[in-house]
């Protein structure tokens, strides 16, 4: 598996994988019909960074954004987001974009990383504490989980 920073030309690859993910609606707060357009100024956005996983046949297994969570005083802490292709998912494609994007983030001067809105029933949170993220709190039924119902979001912290 390769990582590397994405290029624009990449965002047609991503964007599969992205609305596949997000309009599921179990896993993002943003809205499941996001336009193409809007998911890409979310994704691909300044002042952040990209990340693609590629298999060794160029196949697009997943990607990463990196950017600041804060700004002006609060800009060394991180914020990121990952997608991994539903059906590469269990492969350890999320965990290598993790390792990386975390790497990258302290390479860049960030001190700390902080997840916002965790779907307290993503599997991904036992992937974060793995990684030596903390549960922070929760925020109680403040997700419309489409199978679950209202479901607790996640505010979660690792120092780096």
């Known amino acids: 598996m390769l990582i590397r ?14 609305h ?40 697009l297994l997943g990607s990463a954004c990196l950017t600041p969570n804060y700004g002006g005083p609060a800009a060394h802490v991180a914020n990121a987001g990952f997608m991994v292709d539903p059906d590469r998912a269990g492969h350890g494609v999320g ?12 390479a860049q001067g960030f001190s700390a990383m ?6 307290e029933t993503n599997p991904a949170v036992r992937l974060w504490t793995s990684l030596g993220f903390s549960i922070l709190g929760t925020v109680p039924d403040a997700f419309d989980h489409p199978r679950d119902g209202r479901v607790g979001l996640h505010i979660m912290h690792k120092a780096l």
Do not use: C, Q
């Open 95 to 106: 965990r290598a974009l993790a390792e990386h994007v975390l790497a990258e983030a302290k």
């Open 20 to 59: 596949r993910i997000v309009s599921a609606g179990d896993t993002y707060s943003w809205d499941p019909g996001t336009p193409e357009e809007a998911a890409r100024a979310l994704w691909m956005g300044s002042p952040g960074r990209v990340y693609v996983a590629e298999g060794a046949d160029g196949t």
């Open 5 to 18: 920073e994405a290029e624009a030309g990449d965002w047609p690859r991503i964007w599969p994988v992205w």
């Open 114 to 119: 902080v997840f916002n809105a965790v779907v």
